[in-house]
């Protein structure tokens, strides 16, 4: 079965860089959209950044330019490198596995990442 386990998560001060990793299993991940969301609580989980197989990646505005997501599909293995983290880039990130570009398959247990002010 499908298994997309997280790491990375913690606490940062704001303006400092974290990276997310997420392992990949029972899936061809050579050809799997995958992404990362966060949530926070109260609100809805929302996408921060999702990569095609050939590495085409989107973003939405509040994340451009700090956010990058890349891949490893030797390893299944996808990144999420977050750099000049803001307090309200604090949130439970999930990794997850697309099942269309706006459909997600299954998710990750989440990390959390928390940005100090």
């Known amino acids: 079965q499908v298994q997309l386990v997280e790491s990375g998560g913690g606490l940062v001060q704001a303006g400092g860089s974290l990276r997310l990793s997420c392992a990949a299993s029972?899936?061809?991940?050579?050809?799997?959209?995958m992404g990362w969301y966060r949530q926070t609580p109260g609100k809805q989980r929302e996408a921060v950044a999702r990569?095609?197989?050939?590495?085409?990646?989107i973003y939405p505005d509040s994340v451009k330019g700090r956010f990058t997501i890349s891949r490893d599909n030797s390893k299944n293995m996808v990144y999420l490198q977050m750099n000049s983290l803001k307090p309200e880039d604090t949130a439970v990130y999930y990794c997850?596995?697309?099942?269309?570009?706006?459909?997600?398959?299954?998710w990750g247990q989440g990390t959390q990442v928390t940005v100090s002010s």
């Open positions: 990569i095609t197989n050939s590495g085409t990646a």
């Open positions: 029972g899936i061809i991940f050579s050809s799997s959209i």
């Open positions: 997850a596995l697309q099942k269309t570009w706006s459909i997600v398959d299954s």
